[in-house]
């Protein structure tokens, strides 16, 4: 399969600390997220799973509702 190589696979903290802007996501991460596409980006289930079930034992708290996460 030929086409565009992806760049980038984020796990949990990084999703959580790229979307809700938590300054835990070091600036180079934070400059390197900013300066590609979502193409560049691929999120694994699991990370959607575990944000799932961490909001629902209410350890974290989402500044968006879940449903914007997983779709």
């Excluded at 289930?45 to 997983?70: C, G, H, N, T, V």
Aim: aromatic share 6%.
């Amino acid at each position: 399969m030929e086409g565009r190589a992806l760049r980038y696979l984020l796990d949990t903290h990084a999703v959580l600390w790229s979307v809700e802007d938590d300054p835990r996501l070091g600036a180079r991460a934070r400059d390197a997220l900013l300066g590609c596409s979502a193409a560049d980006i691929a999120l694994s289930a699991i990370s959607l799973f575990e944000i799932a079930m961490l909001q629902a034992k209410e350890r974290i708290q989402l500044s968006m509702p879940l449903a914007d996460y997983l779709g």
